[in-house]
């Protein structure tokens, strides 16, 4: 089993800065993907970003590729976002994931095995 826990999230006004954490226990996730989802009041939960086992690390392309950089630290088992700028549209609440088979696409929810509770984000404009 492996538990997630998401933090870093908060009110942010539009232009700035924001970097969320994900940290895993319970089992190394030094051979899992990880990624990032949110979710807006009302909307799916749709893909952000991920990163491979390998530091492959791929972007959603009409929402956050060019603001968003995904990483992770093997060694403190956790995964990180950042984001610059912000933008109203960035509000939600922002998921991390987990997921032990390598050959399954990054950007479906369906490929995740473990998920976090959530960290809600919120951009004032």
């Known amino acids: 089993q492996v538990q997630l826990v998401e933090s870093g999230g908060g009110m942010v006004q539009a232009g700035g800065s924001l970097r969320l954490s994900c940290a895993a226990s319970?089992?190394?996730?030094?051979?899992?993907?990880m990624g990032w989802f949110r979710q807006a009041p009302g909307k799916e939960r749709e893909f952000v970003a991920a990163i491979t086992e390998s530091g492959r690390s791929a972007y959603d392309g009409d929402s956050v590729k060019g603001r968003a950089t995904i990483s992770r630290d093997g060694p403190k088992n956790t995964v990180y976002l950042q984001m610059n700028p912000l933008k109203s549209e960035d509000t939600a609440v922002y998921y991390c994931a987990a997921k032990s088979y390598w050959g399954s696409p990054l950007e479906r929810r369906a490929s995740y095995d473990y998920w976090g509770q959530g960290t809600q984000v919120t951009v004032s404009s």
């Open positions: 319970g089992r190394t996730t030094s051979t899992y993907d």
